[in-house]
């Protein structure tokens, strides 16, 4: 029967740690998940986090509002000290005639002494579905931005 080397044995364990302390170190480092402050508020808004929802109309309801606002202030942990807090505003215009939305995203987050703040501008067209009374259809968005 043959046993393998002790060295080589232990040249694979540290090689498996280090693969491992690498990824841990590339995930830790570079995972940026849920990181936005206004992740939180996608169901009452969804064009903070899709830029395709600039201008969207739903059908489905009345067509003459083409322009929409949504303010957001949000307190965390509000007897500690330093504690979280993040304000968002978005505002979109939709431009019908020509099938497109504008919209604007500015947002602040402080916790302790970090802060972050940013804007992003964004465009979508809307490519309607055949059924015009429905919602249906496909919009492409595009947006930039900053991060400070």
Do not use: C
């Amino acid at each position: 029967m043959y046993l393998a080397h002790p060295i080589i044995n232990q040249n694979k364990i540290m090689k498996n740690i280090y693969l491992t302390f690498f990824v841990f170190f590339v995930v830790l480092n570079f995972g940026t998940a849920q990181t936005d402050p206004y992740t939180n508020v996608h169901m009452y808004n969804s064009f903070a986090l899709n830029p395709a929802r600039a201008g969207f109309m739903d059908r489905q309801f009345d067509e003459s509002y083409t322009t929409k606002a949504f303010l957001s202030s949000r307190h965390l942990w509000g007897t500690l000290p330093g504690f979280h807090s993040s304000q968002m505003l978005t505002a979109d215009v939709a431009l019908p005639d020509k099938n497109i939305g504008l919209g604007i995203v500015i947002h602040n987050e402080q916790m302790h002494v970090l802060r972050h703040t940013g804007a992003q501008i964004a465009y979508a067209y809307h490519i309607a579905g055949e059924n015009k009374a429905n919602s249906g259809g496909v919009s492409l968005g595009l947006n930039m931005g900053f991060n400070n």
